[in-house]
């Protein structure tokens, strides 16, 4: 990343249409993006520049206004029917949603934002809208992408539509700066969708390595009211097609017809919740894991705070992240971060978040039969993972939210000076 030559932002417009910051991540659309609108703003602001994040208000209650900490306003802006909405729903709304953060912008003094930051496409054709308007910068983050999304489609799932990938292409054209997770996303960018190479920085995001830090395992199992003993396997994110998470529970199959004796010990748990338009999915697992004989080991457990996240963490053997497709993997950070290891799909950036053979595993391919094998070793070598699960709290040191707003910021100055940014190598 060049050092982006100015003065930073003093307030930016954070626009993230689909979902809240204030959302629990884990259910419907709330997940990684969530998370990190809430760490970057908050550390923005703890370096003097605020920001306003801009969502759709989805109840009638809600406060047209939240102070979600000093320096961060959270907006919420009625724009269709109250209530979930299918994200690609949303689409028809973006005018009352656009119509409302002009409406805000205006009651202020001109030149009150001096930069955009839009997550998520529905989010970027919003903030494009806004940006021009002011006369001030977008700078993008797509955060998923349709076309390698629908390139990785999980058998069933539903292709992103076209709509999307039109509106895709339109952001890359338009945007003034592109801001990708990982070099790999940075790469699809410009295969793609023909991004100019000198519009797109890489910066990977983070994770709070306060709150996500390594402790003793047979703690951490007594802690969440498991024996000793336990062998967790442990899956966390958006039950959907995309994540995966029916190869784990097939994996756990194979494991117990390898070896019947770790049915005893053996628990694995899918930490999350109902999402998009895939809410028949839980109804799905569990269904699959009576057909496979392996019920009485599968827990469906509701999302976590991050605290408690933390020590269901530290309790696994090992954390799996089987995603079709994966922007990042923030999951495979935070597990790493609390010492334990990551067996994940070679995927779009979990070969970031995971160093394979070092902090974990990265399997080709969604073949249970492959993750059961590494999940095996693991057991059997305890040696091995915790090897790995050391490791793996040094690959993460690296990956923290403070060099995610260090690279945000080189980028924001750059933009609004329009310096040059240079492609930045990922940590």
Request: proline share 7%; charged share 20%.
């Amino acid at each position: 990343m060049g050092n982006g030559g100015g003065a930073p932002p003093r307030r930016i417009a954070s626009i993230s249409l689909h979902t809240s910051p204030l959302d629990q991540p884990g259910t419907g659309d709330a997940g990684g993006l969530n998370v990190y609108a809430v760490e970057v703003a908050t550390r923005l602001a703890a370096r003097g520049v605020a920001s306003d994040v801009f969502t759709r208000a989805t109840r009638p209650d809600q406060p047209p206004v939240v102070e979600l900490a000093p320096g961060v306003t959270v907006r919420h802006i009625p724009a269709g029917p109250f209530g979930a909405l299918d994200k690609h729903a949303l689409a028809r709304y973006l005018c009352p949603f656009v119509f409302g953060v002009l409406q805000t912008e205006a009651r202020n003094d001109a030149g009150h934002y001096d930069l955009v930051h839009g997550h998520y496409w529905l989010s970027g054709r919003a903030g494009l809208a806004a940006a021009q308007r002011w006369g001030v910068p977008l700078v993008q983050s797509m955060h998923t992408l349709a076309r390698v999304k629908n390139a990785a489609l999980a058998q069933g799932d539903t292709p992103e539509p076209e709509a999307r990938v039109r509106g895709e292409d339109h952001l890359v054209a338009h945007a003034d700066h592109l801001v990708a997770n990982t070099p790999v996303e940075a790469g699809q960018l410009r295969e793609h969708y023909g991004a100019d190479p000198g519009r797109v920085s890489t910066v990977p995001p983070g994770v709070d390595l306060d709150v996500f830090a390594p402790g003793p395992r047979r703690a951490a199992l007594r802690r969440i009211g498991l024996p000793e003993d336990a062998e967790l396997l442990l899956f966390v994110g958006r039950v959907q097609r995309l994540k995966a998470p029916d190869v784990l529970v097939r994996a756990a199959a194979e494991l117990l017809e390898r070896d019947p004796s770790l049915r005893r010990r053996l628990v694995v748990a899918i930490v999350g919740g109902l999402s998009g338009a895939d809410l028949a999915e839980p109804r799905r697992l569990t269904e699959l894991a009576h057909s496979l004989g392996v019920a009485d080991v599968v827990r469906m457990e509701p999302p976590r705070s991050r605290r408690d996240l933390a020590d269901v963490y530290r309790a696994a053997t090992a954390t799996v992240v089987p995603s079709y497709s994966e922007s990042f993997g923030l999951v495979a950070v935070e597990s790493a971060a609390c010492g334990t290891p990551v067996v994940a799909a070679r995927v779009g950036g979990l070969p970031t978040a995971v160093r394979d053979g070092v902090s974990g595993v990265l399997v080709d391919g969604h073949d249970p039969a492959d993750y059961a094998r590494v999940l095996h070793r693991m057991i059997a070598e305890p040696a091995w993972r915790d090897t790995l699960g050391a490791a793996a709290v040094g690959h993460a040191a690296g990956l923290s939210w403070d060099a995610t707003v260090d690279g945000l910021l080189d980028v924001y100055r750059g933009t609004l000076t329009g310096t040059p940014l240079q492609l930045a190598a990922c940590q």
